[in-house]
């Protein structure tokens, strides 16, 4: 049995003994996605893999995923066994002293090992994240200690103060600055995750704020792009690898302003300046597989999890194009192996079922908090 194991049986007794708060006994509800999620890319071991590839990698951003979705299911020894898996095999055995690499998987000598050993600053908050509200809800003190070491290791070794911007997060340590400029993904710092951070630090509110001013300002259409540039002169440039299209990561941009609390700050500038994705959604009948950020133009139909991505922020804008995203859901669901086309209806999905929201403070509220008590 494992430390993470032990622990976990040892807070089961004590819940069972009456000596902790009742959010701390509540009972999983059944969520059939989740369990499909985990009998589909879930190891024994707590490795979330994507079978997308010959090396079946598992990066930080699948750990990362795993973790907040075994919190929305109140499932603690998932969680646990995610935890485990991940500081042992991406952080060296401490993710005290260590941030999670990115990529891990078989490696061209037949060994399975770490394949890129960069850090994914988006991945980073997630667990950290996931790990200070694990600690709230389940009264848990060893997860919230992990969780701020986390974001405090993250900022040590990603944050940047860049010349006519501020603060920002770069997206992991090493590759992402050059005598051009700093290369940026919008998708990487959801609003809600920050509001959380803030409330420990000052700093975490003054990069919502950078980050707000680079949501707009590099979308001047309603389109967000997968990654951009921050000159080192100052000023917004297209990103040279990627121009300004947005595909699978700018779609995550649309379902994290879609998500954001109804008394959010700023939740009505962000998700009006992003409703031209909604019209088009709602004009098309699909969700378009790729659109560029500057010019509107856009090519291909997305993938059925850029569906599921669309909905909150859907229903937010009251748009009559969520009834047929939500039937395209139902009639074209995606395969139970496809990594990302899962974690986006996991997300999506499970959010517009009413299975959690985020508080105006970032703080998450599971449904299972008033559904699932004994």
Excluded at 162 to 180: E, R, S, T, V
Aim: glycine share 8%; hydrophobic share 40%.
């Amino acid at each position: 049995m494992t430390k993470a194991m032990k622990r976990l049986a040892a807070l089961t007794l004590t819940s069972t003994l009456g000596l902790l708060p009742q959010v701390a006994s509540a009972q999983s509800c059944n969520w059939p996605a989740w369990d499909s999620y985990k009998k589909a890319m879930m190891s024994s071991d707590g490795r979330i893999i994507d079978n997308s590839s010959a090396q079946m990698i598992t990066t930080s951003e699948g750990q990362s995923y795993g973790l907040f979705f075994a919190l929305l299911g109140n499932d603690k020894k998932s969680f646990a066994t995610i935890l485990e898996w991940t500081r042992n095999n991406l952080a060296g055995g401490s993710l005290e002293a260590h941030l999670p690499a990115w990529q891990w998987g078989l490696g061209k000598n037949g060994k399975w090992q770490i394949l890129d050993s960069n850090n994914a600053s988006d991945a980073d908050l997630w667990i950290a994240y996931s790990l200070l509200e694990a600690g709230r809800l389940w009264q848990w003190p060893e997860y919230l200690a992990l969780g701020q070491n986390m974001l405090w290791r993250s900022a040590a070794q990603s944050l940047r103060k860049l010349p006519g911007l501020g603060l920002m997060l770069l997206p992991g340590d090493i590759g992402f600055d050059n005598g051009k400029g700093w290369r940026l993904n919008p998708s990487y710092l959801p609003p809600q995750l920050l509001a959380r951070f803030a409330r420990i630090s000052p700093i975490w509110a003054e990069l919502a704020s950078n980050q707000q001013r680079m949501l707009i300002e590099t979308s001047p259409k309603g389109f967000a792009p997968d990654w951009l540039l921050w000159k080192a002169g100052g000023g917004w440039a297209p990103d040279s690898k990627e121009a300004s299209l947005g595909n699978y990561d700018a779609i995550r941009v649309y379902l994290w302003v879609g998500m954001l609390a109804q008394d959010a700050a700023n939740r009505q500038t962000l998700q009006q300046h992003f409703a031209p994705m909604a019209n088009l959604t709602q004009t098309l009948g699909y969700v378009p597989e790729s659109v560029n950020a500057v010019s509107g133009k856009y090519t291909g139909t997305g993938p059925v999890g850029f569906s599921a991505a669309m909905l909150p922020l859907l229903a937010s804008l009251e748009s009559p194009a969520l009834a047929v995203q939500q039937e395209r859901i139902k009639q074209q669901p995606p395969a139970a192996d496809a990594y990302y086309n899962q974690s986006l209806l996991l997300f999506g999905q499970g959010w517009d079922e009413q299975r959690y929201r985020f508080d105006k403070d970032g703080q998450l509220l599971p449904s299972w908090i008033k559904t699932c008590q004994k």
